[in-house]
């Protein structure tokens, strides 16, 4: 099937929304952990979490600063400074999936979706304790993708907290999405070593 621009266009809302989101197959799924001026933590799924940088270390992902849909996690990042990566796991899909809700911000999803928030070295907000890969980042930058009214949220890690083990057995119970609820397991296919062209 082939659709062009036009036709992607004249598409009914949500058939184009699931298309889209859909295109670029599996995406790596993450919980994003903030905490309000009111000390009122938050959790959000997010499915655009993207590496930009070893050195310095820099993750960015993908977010919509809408004035008529409210945007906790956004909201607590740019007041705070702080926030935290963390990953999604075979056995915390139905939980993980529930933070999507539309919560309140005086209710934290950790009670609502049941995890655990946890605390590491002071910092500010909160991390998922069930998680194997937590990560405490520090805010740089808004980048603001005028097109479509998103912006690109840039952070530097401060933090790594890792089960060892679970990144060197090939992240076995991990979880990808396609479009917003379509989950899949993730497993190991081979190693490869870096490719040189030989002169």
Same mark, same amino acid.
């Given at each position: 099937?082939?659709?062009?621009?036009?036709?992607?266009?004249?598409?009914?809302?949500?058939?184009?929304?699931?298309?889209?989101?859909?295109?670029?197959?599996?995406?790596?799924?993450?919980?994003?952990?903030?905490?309000?001026?009111?000390?009122?933590?938050?959790? /959000?799924?997010?499915?655009?979490?993207?590496?930009?940088?070893?050195?310095?270390?820099?993750?960015? *992902?993908?977010?919509?600063?809408?004035?008529?849909?409210?945007?906790?996690?956004?909201?607590?990042?740019?007041?705070?400074? *702080?926030?935290?990566?963390?990953?999604?796991?075979?056995?915390?899909?139905?939980? /993980?999936?529930?933070?999507?809700?539309?919560?309140? /911000?005086?209710?934290?999803?950790?009670?609502?979706?049941?995890?655990?928030?946890?605390?590491?070295?002071? *910092?500010?907000?909160?991390?998922?304790?069930?998680?194997?890969?937590?990560?405490?980042?520090? *805010?740089?930058?808004?980048?603001?993708?005028?097109?479509?009214?998103?912006?690109?949220? !840039?952070?530097?890690?401060?933090?790594?907290?890792?089960?060892?083990?679970?990144?060197?057995?090939?992240?076995?119970?991990?979880?990808?999405?396609?479009?917003?609820?379509?989950?899949?397991?993730?497993?190991?296919?081979?190693?490869?070593?870096?490719?040189? !062209?030989?002169?």
């Amino acid at each position: 099937m082939k659709l062009t621009s036009v036709q992607i266009s004249k598409m009914q809302r949500v058939e184009r929304l699931k298309l889209i989101n859909s295109v670029c197959g599996i995406r790596g799924v993450h919980l994003i952990g903030t905490r309000s001026n009111d000390n009122v933590s938050n959790l /959000a799924i997010f499915s655009s979490v993207t590496h930009l940088g070893s050195n310095p270390s820099l993750l960015g *992902f993908i977010c919509r600063p809408s004035k008529e849909v409210k945007r906790d996690t956004l909201t607590n990042i740019l007041s705070n400074k *702080f926030y935290t990566i963390n990953s999604v796991h075979q056995n915390m899909i139905d939980r /993980a999936h529930r933070t999507s809700g539309k919560f309140d /911000a005086e209710i934290s999803e950790f009670s609502q979706c049941k995890f655990n928030e946890v605390y590491i070295d002071n *910092f500010y907000a909160p991390f998922v304790e069930e998680s194997k890969i937590k990560l405490g980042l520090n *805010f740089l930058e808004s980048i603001p993708i005028t097109h479509n009214n998103t912006c690109l949220v !840039v952070g530097e890690i401060k933090i790594i907290d890792y089960d060892k083990n679970y990144m060197d057995e090939g992240f076995e119970d991990g979880v990808g999405v396609v479009g917003l609820n379509s989950y899949f397991g993730t497993n190991k296919i081979k190693d490869l070593d870096y490719y040189r !062209v030989k002169k």
